[in-house]
């Protein structure tokens, strides 16, 4: 059994977990899993996340809107997030960004939620978690503008963002993807990132990876995605996890877990 598991991104919130989330939560540790950060999508699950982390001990939480809920974005939202953000445990604002896959929320709404939100961690201070789907171009010229410290989170670009990502500062987090039959692409990234860039995921209950792919995911399953990058890595999937884990704390801030 693996050791050292941090579930850098995961959203324990999800219906999908009403069933058995106590049961599920308390039996990772036992799982190798020593920390969990839970993203948020929308003011409920900043506070879905919150109380997360009050019931857990080894649960951390982000705060902040997603793009798909961008239209729901009020002007007083803001000042929310900001009061939220200064709860004990809350390490990331997210996670935000754009996704021009869905387009659930207009462009111009996207970014402009986006870029308040990275105005936002820049005033407080805090690294952020980005959400980019199918928007690369505006995603780096607002990364390049704004500087924000943090992660992007189910890294679906090329190899040369990834490496671009790394001069920027930020970390790259990959999930479940990293070992679809079709993860060519994902891989190479990988491979371009830094090991002390790196950072694992799940995004559960989505992107189980394979040989579980379609299942609800969990926390757990993130040992398949570490075999997967250590052999891209040329690690053996322990020191992968150490080292994962290692730059999830520097990134979060978290001195001890
Ligand atoms: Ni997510």
């Given at each position: ?193 830094p090991l002390d860039?790196l ?44 080292r ?14």
């Amino acid at each position: 059994m693996y050791q050292n598991i941090f579930d850098t991104h995961a959203h324990y919130d999800d219906g999908r977990f009403d069933a058995d989330r106590d049961q599920l939560i308390t039996s990772l540790p036992q799982k190798g899993v020593v920390a969990v950060v839970n993203a948020a999508s929308d003011l409920a699950t900043c506070h879905s996340g919150l109380a997360l982390t009050e019931k857990y001990p080894f649960f951390y939480c982000a705060v902040g809107v997603h793009p798909h809920e961008a239209q729901g974005f009020q002007p007083g939202d803001l000042e929310t997030l900001a009061g939220l953000a200064g709860r004990p445990r809350v390490v990331a604002i997210g996670e935000i960004g754009l996704d021009y896959h869905y387009d659930f929320s207009p462009r111009e709404v996207q970014k402009q939620v986006f870029e308040a939100q990275l105005r936002l961690a820049r005033d407080l201070g805090l690294p952020v978690i980005i959400h980019d789907r199918e928007a690369h171009e505006d995603t780096l010229r607002l990364l390049h503008r704004y500087r924000p410290q943090g992660i992007l989170h189910c890294f679906s670009g090329s190899a040369e963002m990834a490496k671009e990502i790394v001069e920027l500062g930020m970390y790259v987090a990959f999930g479940g993807a990293v070992t679809f039959k079709n993860a060519r692409r994902p891989l190479e990234a990988a491979a371009a990132v830094p090991l002390d860039r790196l950072l694992v995921e799940t995004d559960c209950p989505y992107m189980a990876p394979e040989p579980l792919r379609g299942r609800r995911c969990d926390s757990s399953m993130i040992e398949f995605t570490a075999n997967q990058l250590a052999r891209v890595k040329g690690l053996d999937p322990q020191e992968l996890l150490d080292r994962t884990c290692e730059n999830a704390k520097a990134v979060y801030r978290i001195e001890k877990i």
